[in-house]
């Protein structure tokens, strides 16, 4: 029986965007080296955005994540 791999971000309203680059390669890692197909982000607040972001950049890249209106912000709809 194969797990289902998930990911979770939640974070801070106050997050530097700064962090983005490091949040976009931590996806791409979680993707190539952890298989993780499945991506929980918050739905408020500055990281949650910017991890929603990187999800979606790293899906353009590598289409495998699956992304749906309940496991992310309503700002991606």
Do not use: W
């Not at 791999?5 to 680059?21: E, L, N, Q, V």
């Not at 918050?42 to 309940?70: C, H, W």
Request: aromatic content about 10%; overall charge positive.
């Amino acid at each position: 029986m194969e797990c289902d791999k998930k990911c979770f971000f939640i974070g801070h309203r106050d997050a530097p965007s700064t962090i983005f680059p490091i949040l976009l390669e931590t996806v791409e890692r979680h993707i190539t080296e952890y298989g993780i197909r499945e991506f929980f982000v918050g739905r408020y607040g500055q990281f949650d955005s910017m991890a929603a972001n990187a999800v979606i950049a790293a899906k353009r890249n590598a289409p495998i994540p699956e992304l749906t209106d309940r496991k992310i912000s309503r700002k991606l709809e």
